[in-house]
């Protein structure tokens, strides 16, 4: 059983920058690919990024691509997701999950651009909120 706890949300301007944190016990998390999903209010959870299991590929969603970057920590057990130039509409509570046969692929034929998929464990969110 993995266990994952997201931190690093908070309010920030935009065009600020922020750093969340998924920190996972009970396994090693570069056996799983991990994703990061964020969910507005009224709207459907989507996927942001992801990071394979196999060689640490990452994807984005074309509404981050060039903004957010995902990436592993094996020694600290966690993956971080990196969110610059930040928008309001990037306000949302922000999931990280854990999918040991996980799926991440992108491609501009998927809506949204990226597609991640097979996730066992997820976190109980972090929000984040931009705005002046």
């Known amino acids: 059983q993995v266990q994952l706890v997201e931190s690093g949300g908070g309010l920030v301007q935009p065009g600020g920058s922020l750093r969340l944190s998924c920190a996972a016990s009970?396994?090693?998390?570069?056996?799983?690919?991990i994703g990061w999903f964020r969910q507005a209010p009224g709207k459907e959870r989507e996927g942001v990024s992801c990071?394979?299991?196999?060689?640490?590929?990452?994807y984005n969603s074309d509404s981050v691509k060039g903004r957010f970057t995902i990436s592993r920590d094996n020694v600290k057990n966690t993956v971080t997701l990196q969110m610059d130039s930040l928008k309001p509409e990037d306000t949302a509570v922000y999931y990280c999950a854990a999918g040991a046969r996980g799926h991440c692929s992108g491609s501009h034929f998927y809506p949204g651009g990226v597609r991640i998929y097979g996730m066992d464990y997820w976190g109980k969110g972090t929000l984040v909120t931009v705005s002046s």
């Open positions: 990071i394979s299991s196999s060689d640490s590929t990452t």
């Open positions: 009970g396994d090693t998390l570069d056996y799983y690919t």
